[in-house]
């Protein structure tokens, strides 16, 4: 194998060109936006098991120098009580970094240019034609192109999933709303890198300070029905206030003071995830990152999921022909993904329970987070790109 297309230019599909390339194998990044995406989703975390995957190819520098160490989570009540405190921290004493979306995007993206990676913006796929010999992607301009291998690496609302599976389920409404900003107001006591989450009466809410100054933040406004196409994207800056008012009114929190002190407009977006997909591959075609398991931010793993499926795929392509490398790349990482996926939708469907759930959980998370870290496991994998992907 030479040459291979990855359809989707936001984390997988970056990370896997520069995989592949290190694995000997040509990549061509298609990104049907006309640049690296924006700012959608403000702020995200990348954590250890990421960045040690990003580390496996030489890449970690790239997106550490857009980021900044966040070595602790702490979880408050709505009456500003201290419920307890998670570390971000793997084997080796490395942690986890917090940066804006659209940084990571433009550092990952930077990184793959500077290898000699070609990224085709503005170049949507729109049909995947696979023989035995070969892969000829269709894009919407008419254009086709063949290569041995096509990767899909183009999110939540995969084409190339679409494709691959015609009758493969839609995505599952995660219910809860999102919104999020870039505060001018620091809370007395925060510290920097102290990732401070507040499990509000009627909503949850987190808010980190940065070393630049100001104070990121977020809320989830709970929402059991799945939103008509749109109402969120279309709700107005006064609106997205009135609601967090409402809903942050009277907890003991600075959720107010940081949304009163963010210069709007304040948007919103929902959010989805990927619980299982019956077909992670068909002949030359595979899906990594969120086409295959997109996962609820409150899991805060889906970039770095992402970025091991990337590398866990191309050592496979080293190692292994089609279609036993596709084979291995789904034995190795299907398990592991979906459990995640799981984790991530039990976590947002517990950030607004009714009183009566509210109360034994802020009377029972002291002692269970003095007792266990619930997400050690996932950070503790590790990716070593001289290993070969399937021991002998």
Partial sequence: MTRAIVVGGGVAGPVAAMALQRAGIEATVHEAHAGPAGDVGAWLGLQVNGLDALRAIGAERAVADVGFETPVIEFRSWT?????ALPTSGPGGSVGLSMRRSDLYRALHAEALRRGVEVRYGSRLADVRSTAAAVTAVFADGTAEDADLLVGADGVRSTVRALLDPGAAAPRFVPVLNTAGYSEHVPPGAEVGRLTMVFGRRSFAGYLVAPSGGTWWFANPPRTREPAAGEVAGTSDAAWRALLSELHRGDRSPVLGLVEATPGPLRGWTTYDVPTVRRWSAGRVVLIGDAAHATSPAAGQGSSLAVEDAVVLAR?????????ALQAFEG??????????AQGFRTSSAKSPPAVGRVARDLLMPFVLRRRDPNAWVRAHSVDWDAPAVPA
């Fill in 80 to 84: 500003g009580k201290v419920l307890g």
């Fill in 316 to 324: 496979c392509l080293r190692d292994l022909p089609l279609p036993a």
């Fill in 332 to 341: 190795l990482r299907r398990a592991r993904a979906e459990r995640v996926v």
